[in-house]
């Protein structure tokens, strides 16, 4: 009886071990599977995927079976830098046994938050019918991740302007700018005469004729068109009355009116309307004209040293003496390379006569030191140095000069070595000189 009593003892002891290892062996798991989607599936590019709201169910050797957050588990293979969809690998790890699965991620863009523009130096103006320009435009993009950049590859909307276009709109990947700008009519700016009438000069009474004259109208929008005698339309200046020809010797400005595509614009011309008007000078001279540069041209020294011959439309000519009183000149400074000045009787600019002219360099008549030069302490004996020295040079004309000194520029002393008690050194320019104090050392 004890023995059989030994053998159960045993027996429920073992059974109790085993119940016991069986209780104490945890479940690792052998399965997962995506069993809920994430809220999204895209990846922001260079971000980390949100896989919220996402779940798996693991299943465990044992039979059981849970729900886990997809959040818990591990993404291998995502290359986040990489634009497009991705087939990438959920990992579970429990107990020591890692299980995986699949799930296919799209890596995106980062979202654009706003759009900023410059327009510094970009064309905002423009003609109705002209392409919007985007030289000068720089538009900034930033983007969900904080990060800006330049962008390029932006849309515009409207590309072809009108008058009633206020504004141009910039679009990036959803979000938008603005660029004012301002969109004129067409109209014509502008009238340029390319060609005058082939006969300028009239008496009062002639018929005006247009032959010769051709012009061009520039349209704001670039665009030009051309006109001639037979297309323009001439008015007097004064009361815009068609245009036959001169009443009187101040009707002189004629009206040139283009009726171009945008409009009509004007210009004027003007004639050479007189009773008896001269058409040619010829100057003589009873002796040279010597002027000295930088003077300017004068009739008061010089009056009877000029003779003009004039001829005038009628075929008449007269002899008048050279004088301001009946002569004028742009009165600008005379050079030496100058060899003739430009005469015209006074009131006619374009009747001109050459008066031949000897314009000579003016004089040096005086040198001052303006700058010392570097060098006044010397010892008996010592050789002079002028570095440093600047000179200020006088001429007849009035006008002054600066020289500094150069080994070759001429400037010299007139004693290059110093002597005994010697006080000032005189130095010399051209024939003249000027001199400045030194220090002398014993």
Same mark, same amino acid.
């Given at each position: 009886m004890k023995k059989i009593f030994s053998v159960v003892l045993i027996m429920l002891v073992a059974l109790a071990l085993t119940f016991g290892f069986a209780a104490c062996k945890k479940a690792v798991p052998v399965k997962v599977a995506v069993s809920k989607e994430p809220t999204t599936t895209k990846v922001v590019q260079g971000q980390e995927p949100d896989l919220s709201g996402g779940l798996v169910t693991v299943e465990y050797d044992d039979g059981s079976v849970k729900d886990v957050p997809m959040s818990h588990l591990v993404v291998k293979g995502l290359k986040n830098d990489t634009l497009g969809a991705q087939t990438v690998a959920l990992s579970y790890t429990e107990n020591g046994k890692t299980v995986s699965t699949a799930i296919d991620l799209t890596v995106v863009a980062p979202k654009v938050t706003d759009l900023s523009v410059q327009t510094d130096g970009a064309k905002l103006s423009y003609v109705e019918g002209e392409v919007f320009n985007k030289q000068g435009i720089v538009v900034t993009a930033t983007y969900q991740t904080g990060e800006s950049a330049q962008v390029t590859n932006y849309q515009i909307s409207p590309t072809t302007l009108t008058v009633a276009t206020t504004a141009v709109k910039i679009t990036y990947r959803g979000a938008t700018a603005e660029i004012p700008v301002t969109v004129a009519a067409h109209a014509p700016v502008s009238i340029r005469i390319d060609s005058q009438p082939t006969k300028r000069n009239y008496f009062v009474g002639e018929t005006f004729v247009s032959d010769g004259i051709s012009v061009t109208v520039t349209h704001n929008d670039g665009t030009t068109e051309p006109f001639d005698g037979n297309s323009l339309k001439f008015c007097h200046n004064s009361d815009g009355s068609d245009y036959f020809g001169p009443t009187s010797p101040s009707d002189d400005i004629v009206?040139?009116?283009?009726?171009?595509?945008?409009?009509?614009?004007?210009?004027?011309?003007?004639?050479?309307?007189?009773?008896?008007?001269?058409?040619?000078?010829?100057?003589?001279?009873?002796?040279?004209?010597?002027?000295?540069?930088?003077?300017?041209?004068?009739?008061?020294?010089?009056?009877?040293?000029?003779?003009?011959?004039?001829?005038?439309?009628?075929?008449?000519?007269?002899? %008048?003496?050279? &004088?301001?009183? !009946? @002569?004028?000149?742009?009165?600008?400074?005379? +050079?030496?390379?100058?060899?003739? /000045? *430009?005469?015209?009787?006074?009131?006619?600019?374009?009747?001109?006569?050459?008066?031949?002219?000897?314009?000579?360099?003016?004089?040096?008549?005086?040198?001052?030191?303006?700058?010392?030069?570097?060098?006044?302490?010397?010892?008996?004996?010592?050789?002079?140095?002028?570095?440093?020295?600047?000179?200020? %040079?006088?001429? &007849?004309?009035? !006008? @002054?000069?600066?020289?500094?000194?150069?080994? +070759?520029?001429?400037?010299?002393? /007139? *004693?290059?070595?110093?002597?005994?008690?010697?006080?000032?050194?005189?130095?010399?320019?051209?024939?003249?000189?000027?001199?400045?104090?030194?220090?002398?050392?014993?």
């Amino acid at each position: 009886m004890k023995k059989i009593f030994s053998v159960v003892l045993i027996m429920l002891v073992a059974l109790a071990l085993t119940f016991g290892f069986a209780a104490c062996k945890k479940a690792v798991p052998v399965k997962v599977a995506v069993s809920k989607e994430p809220t999204t599936t895209k990846v922001v590019q260079g971000q980390e995927p949100d896989l919220s709201g996402g779940l798996v169910t693991v299943e465990y050797d044992d039979g059981s079976v849970k729900d886990v957050p997809m959040s818990h588990l591990v993404v291998k293979g995502l290359k986040n830098d990489t634009l497009g969809a991705q087939t990438v690998a959920l990992s579970y790890t429990e107990n020591g046994k890692t299980v995986s699965t699949a799930i296919d991620l799209t890596v995106v863009a980062p979202k654009v938050t706003d759009l900023s523009v410059q327009t510094d130096g970009a064309k905002l103006s423009y003609v109705e019918g002209e392409v919007f320009n985007k030289q000068g435009i720089v538009v900034t993009a930033t983007y969900q991740t904080g990060e800006s950049a330049q962008v390029t590859n932006y849309q515009i909307s409207p590309t072809t302007l009108t008058v009633a276009t206020t504004a141009v709109k910039i679009t990036y990947r959803g979000a938008t700018a603005e660029i004012p700008v301002t969109v004129a009519a067409h109209a014509p700016v502008s009238i340029r005469i390319d060609s005058q009438p082939t006969k300028r000069n009239y008496f009062v009474g002639e018929t005006f004729v247009s032959d010769g004259i051709s012009v061009t109208v520039t349209h704001n929008d670039g665009t030009t068109e051309p006109f001639d005698g037979n297309s323009l339309k001439f008015c007097h200046n004064s009361d815009g009355s068609d245009y036959f020809g001169p009443t009187s010797p101040s009707d002189d400005i004629v009206k040139v009116v283009a009726f171009s595509k945008y409009g009509d614009i004007s210009t004027t011309i003007r004639l050479n309307v007189r009773a008896v008007e001269p058409t040619s000078l010829t100057a003589e001279l009873k002796h040279d004209l010597v002027f000295t540069e930088g003077e300017v041209f004068s009739f008061f020294a010089e009056e009877e040293a000029i003779s003009v011959k004039v001829v005038y439309n009628n075929g008449t000519q007269s002899t %008048l003496v050279g &004088s301001s009183d !009946y @002569f004028s000149f742009t009165p600008t400074p005379l +050079d030496v390379e100058q060899t003739s /000045v *430009s005469i015209w009787l006074s009131g006619y600019p374009s009747v001109t006569a050459s008066v031949p002219i000897t314009v000579n360099p003016p004089a040096l008549t005086g040198i001052s030191v303006l700058v010392l030069p570097d060098k006044r302490n010397y010892y008996v004996g010592d050789t002079v140095d002028l570095t440093g020295l600047t000179l200020q %040079l006088a001429f &007849s004309n009035g !006008y @002054f000069d600066t020289l500094n000194y150069a080994p +070759d520029c001429g400037i010299s002393a /007139v *004693s290059s070595v110093i002597q005994e008690d010697q006080t000032v050194v005189e130095v010399t320019y051209q024939g003249q000189t000027a001199s400045f104090g030194i220090d002398l050392s014993e």
